[in-house]
């Protein structure tokens, strides 16, 4: 019944026909909704069970009679139909075995604890939260004028006629008598009560938090530490609204609809501090507003998925999954991302995702290849490598080695050596993951294919071999070959005669290599006597994990660089350990204390091109 009546609401906004009160209708529901999460929440005691259900089932027949006839609008249709099938369950006794968690009153007093460094699952003493929607508002109806002339009574007798002619020869009032005083209003009707300044507090606090969240984004020349304070303002902010009260909520949800335009900052918001409420009914609702979004645009879906990925409770990976049979292409492909980003995505529930129809679906199954857990069937993993789409490729060749999947590596070689190793970053990937002798194959895409990732993927390689070759790229009149051969020379040399990656840890951002040949010839004829060919370079120094894990610690280091280290780790060292750049500061720092230690724990040592996975 639950379910049934979520649908309801969540199809009211659907609803097409002028004449159908939607706002009513969505107050009925939302009502019954809220009666079974009563219910619910007392199922151990039958009494209180079949009371709420007795007033659920008032609610839903009081919904039905606001859905009347459909008009031929098939959301009412639905509606009418899911209505009934719910009156029907109404009588039923509690269902077994399902285990909701709702808010414990009886923690009334009981401090929170504030949210610090990631978002936390906040038990706080409160009501079961009211089930909300966002609707269209109502059409307000133009108001007669004040001034607007009484229409005269009919005349239906000679008295009447005699009245009308009285009325009219009486004399006009004098119309320069002063005009009456306006009252003034009383001190209780210009007053704000207290729920109106929590309101306001709670309207203020969910906009910062939106924009926090979208200055999240990483932007050139900041550093991905910094974000650490912006988000300790998103966490305040959340513990602010929640002080204000759960009844607050509701309102800011309405008010989404009052905005011109979607709002996709002050949604993300508004997802993120329902999932950290602790109660499924406040899971539902964070749910339901992911669902009611306009998925269709891009900006909403990535706010929708990201916000879904920061839920900090396991529960929302319920609803997310039964989205994963949805008709609708944007909530598939907003269910498998966020799934994978929270590393619940199953072999099976990929294995769908891959074969799906649509490539949203699709790209978002080759992003999750990394993180599914569980033994994956060869076939499928072909299949997202050797994908027509260059994103999906590109995001299987990663997921596929954090897998330590064979066939990514073979099909990173098969591309660098078809010349196309710019397709998907294969060239990077084949020069994180390979050994010492596939030097050649880089250096004949870099010539044949001239792009600016097979510049880059040489720098990664960090053979000394290549450095000639880079200089003279540098000359490129194009400035994206240029740039990325002055990178690549950086990364095996560094920027300065002191060695090692602690220089690129203290670098400005605006303090980017130079694209002056002469520069990195005068740098090389220095460093070239005392550089030993049988050993791999990186910023100078000979490589070793530690050069991977202080770059993924290195302030300034760009979040693709850092990404791309972390790889090199699971290539090279067979690293378990994730990384994900999107989720807060303080996870990402206790990620690269997990990877730090598997490090420690190889005991491989540097200078050379080690593998883990042959092929």
Known sequence: MRDLLDECLLAVRRIEDPFTDVHGLAEAISSALHQVYRALAAATDSGLYTDAMVIAAMEVEAALIFVGDQNGDSAASLIQERLLEALGLS????????????PNQSRAGVPTPASRGTPQVLDISREIAMPVV?????????????DAPAQPSPIRSLDDLDALLAAVAEPAPDSSAPAAAMPSPRPSEIRQTS??????????????????GLQRAPLSGQTWTGKARLEARILARVDAIVACGADVLPALVQRLEQRPLPDPEAR?????????????????????????????????????????????????ERRLRAWLASP?????????????????LTSDELAAAASDADADVVRSAAAALGTTKGKLDDWLVDRLLHHEEEAVVGLA?????????????????????QHQGAFGDAGVVFALTQGRAGLDALLEDAAVAGESRSLEALGWFGHISAVPY?????????????????????RILGSHRAAGIAQLASRPPSDGPSEDPDVWRELWAHLRPSLDPEVRYRFGAPWSPAANTGELRADFARPEDRVRAHLELSGRLGLTAGLDTRVFVAAQ????????????????????WPVSLHV
Do not use: K, N
Request: hydrophobic residues 45%.
């Open 328 to 344: 609708i292409v944007a909530e598939r492909a907003v269910a498998v991302a966020a799934l994978g980003r929270r590393g619940a």
């Open 589 to 608: 720092r206790c990620m690269l204390d997990a990877i730090e230690g598997e490090v420690r724990e190889s005991g491989l040592g540097g200078g050379g």
């Open 91 to 102: 009588s039923h006794a509690a269902p077994p075995g399902e285990r909701l968690r709702f």
């Open 268 to 316: 993300w918001a508004l997802i993120l501090t329902y999932g950290c409420l602790a109660g499924d009914d406040t899971v539902d609702e964070a749910a339901r507003l992911a669902r009611s979004a306009e998925l269709d645009d891009p900006d909403v879906r990535h706010a929708v998925m990201d916000a879904l990925a920061h839920v900090p409770t396991p529960a929302i």
């Open 397 to 417: 060749l990663r997921g596929g080695v954090l897998r330590q999947e064979a066939a990514a590596l073979r099909r990173a070689r098969s591309l660098v050596t």
């Open 134 to 146: 966002a609707v269209r508002p109502r059409r307000a109806r133009p108001a007669p004028p004040d």
């Open 195 to 212: 729920s109106d300044i929590l309101l306001e507090y709670a309207r203020t606090a969910i906009e910062e938090m939106g924009c926090f």
């Open 470 to 490: 880079l200089i003279g790229r540098t000359g490129s009149d194009e400035e994206a070959p240029r740039s990325a051969a002055a990178r690549a020379l950086q």
